[in-house]
């Protein structure tokens, strides 16, 4: 059973505008969670992270969001830029070790 | 860059042969990991390690094994690969400290024909 999800596998924006990606996780024994960026033939690429005792995290263009209480995880781009298509994955770690589970992606597009 | 090298990149063959993959690190990471990524799955554990000889099972860990003898080296075998292991293998590693993210090798695609 997927313990990470994320519900959108592609999403298209405009260069320039916000790109939302979301991801949902069930398992309330997450303690930190991530966001990765892959482009084909290459490996994950850490973007930015977020404890699960803090809401937001931001790092420049990139905010991540934090709703414990939903138990959702946003990563917010702005603006977006040709060079930010690639695939997300948000991923999140168990409190019990060093285990990271992982969600399918979202293809994120930016138009010029 | 995290200084992760994964052999081979690329990788063909038949049913039923052993393959092992090879992660080697030069950060002196604690932590090693081998996901597979396939469509519509993401990435999902198989194995991972906690120290010299400290292995343990993820998510899809049938099929598979592995072996760390020194800190640098993860290896993962296929004592006998199907076709339904034909995936594209990513080795991640990760320290110690607190909140520390993993960080991932360029994969191995393997095709089993």
Excluded at chain 2, 28 to 53: A, C, E, F, T
């Amino acid at each position: 059973d997927q313990q990470v999800k994320q519900n959108s596998p592609s999403l298209s924006v405009q260069e320039g505008r916000i790109s939302i990606l979301n991801c949902d996780y069930t398992n309330s024994m997450f303690d930190y969670f991530l966001w990765y960026k892959k482009y084909p033939a290459e490996g994950p690429t850490f973007l930015i992270s977020i404890s699960s005792i803090k809401d937001k995290n931001e790092d420049g263009r990139f905010t991540v969001f934090l709703n414990k209480s939903a138990k959702h995880l946003s990563l917010h781009i702005v603006p977006s830029q040709p060079g930010d298509s690639a695939v997300y994955f948000c991923a999140a770690r168990l409190n019990t070790g060093n285990q990271f589970y992982f969600g399918t992606g979202t293809s994120l597009t930016v138009i010029p | 860059d995290a200084g992760i090298t994964q052999s081979p990149r690329h990788k063909v063959t038949e049913t039923g042969t052993p393959v092992t993959l090879r992660c080697h690190q030069t950060e002196n990471h604690r932590y090693m990991y081998w996901y597979r990524q396939d469509p519509g799955h993401g990435l999902r554990l198989i194995h991972y390690s906690y120290g010299v000889k400290d292995t343990d099972k993820g998510e899809v860990s049938d099929g598979y094994s592995v072996s760390r003898s020194k800190t640098e080296d993860f290896l993962l075998t296929l004592e006998s690969a199907t076709s339904s292991q034909t995936s594209v293998y990513f080795c991640a590693i990760s320290g110690t400290n607190s909140n520390q993210p993993q960080h991932f090798g360029d994969g191995t695609r393997l095709s089993i024909l």
